[in-house]
């Protein structure tokens, strides 16, 4: 089966069976990872191109090493190093890349729908590496590829995400996955970071986390949005930490075999307690590795590879 699309710019936007294809697709990358040699020739002549607007440490390091795993020549484009100082648009930027002529640019930014531009503008395959408050495709379908791994499956899981539901594009790329795979899923934050409109996706809303975690197979907690914020929306941090920090009395609500989630980079204390996120429960890591392989695979299919 191949992709049939040029673009990643969301999980709303994939099927259940595109969705599985990925999966699938990034569950045979894997392998790859701990050779002695982690390269193949499979996008030898490919040009890959990483264009952040953002800061980042796991998207865009997995990114590049899973474009150079796969033999991609591979760029990193900074905004801070280049003409986006100079006054340069994200249009104008795409033209100039769009010159040079590579397979894929990747791009992280900080408005919402940036790539969707960017995918109209030009020929190049586009993926979607965080556009605002919008979507993070690829931390979703990471996300799933790791509950899969651990719990063989998605459908019928209840998978609790928790924290600053308002502001962060990993919860709503994966409340759109979950859904689609049968997951059932129960958000938990202050009602200043819950958006109004969020039972119409299908979850359950609750404020506090006790109530979230519940029977919960998964609980994602996700880092405070503090530069997506445009005024203070809880007292502090210590008085956020006492109501949805992550500690053992919460894990144990859940059940025994629940799986602890976090996107990164965690805010130790605040978010999530230090003994959880190292403990056995916590599968933190293994996100980021399997994030490289799910990156692969996108890089692989939207250039033409068939799984």
Same mark, same amino acid.
């Given at each position: ?22 999966? %699938? ?40 090493? #899973? ?22 648009? @994200?249009? %104008?930027? #795409?033209? =100039? ?7 894929? $640019?990747?791009?992280?930014?900080? #408005? ?8 109209? =503008? ?55 996955? @979950? ?29 506090? $986390? ?18 997506? +914020?445009? +005024? ?13 920090? @992550? ?53 692989? @299919? ?6």
């Amino acid at each position: 089966m191949k992709l049939e699309r040029k673009d990643i710019l969301g999980i709303r936007d994939l099927s259940v069976d595109e969705i599985n294809l990925i999966l %699938d697709t990034s569950e045979s990358f894997l392998e790859i990872s701990t050779r002695e040699i982690k390269k193949v020739p499979t996008l030898r002549g490919k040009t890959v191109i990483n264009l952040f607007y953002e800061a980042s440490t796991r998207t865009r390091t997995s990114f590049e090493i #899973a474009g150079k795993r796969l033999s991609a020549d591979t760029i990193n484009i900074s905004a801070s190093t280049s003409s986006v100082v100079k006054g340069e648009t @994200l249009i %104008d930027t #795409a033209l =100039t890349l769009e010159s040079m002529h590579p397979d894929v $640019i990747v791009i992280r930014h900080s #408005a919402s729908g940036a790539p969707h531009l960017l995918a109209k =503008t030009i020929r190049a395959s586009v993926i979607n590496a965080g556009d605002g408050t919008h979507e993070h495709p690829t931390q979703a379908l990471l996300d799933m590829m790791t509950m899969k791994a651990r719990k063989g499956r998605i459908a019928g899981l209840k998978v609790a995400i928790v924290g600053d539901i308002l502001h962060s594009r990993v919860a709503r790329s994966n409340i759109y996955g @979950l859904r689609k795979m049968g997951a059932r899923v129960a958000v938990a934050g202050p009602a200043t970071m819950m958006p109004l409109t969020m039972a119409e996706m299908g979850v359950e809303v609750h404020h506090r $986390i006790e109530e979230a975690v519940l029977d919960a197979d998964v609980i994602m907690m996700l880092r405070i949005q503090t530069e997506r +914020q445009h +005024q203070n929306i809880f007292p502090t941090l210590r008085e956020y930490a006492r109501y949805f920090c @992550l500690n053992r009395r919460h894990l144990d609500l859940a059940r025994e075999d629940c799986l602890v989630m976090h996107p990164g980079p965690i805010n130790r204390g605040v978010e999530i307690s230090p003994d959880i996120a190292d403990g056995p429960a916590s599968v933190i890591l293994e996100q980021v590795a399997n994030g490289v392989a799910v990156r692969m695979a996108l890089l692989y @299919l939207l250039t033409g590879g068939k799984a």
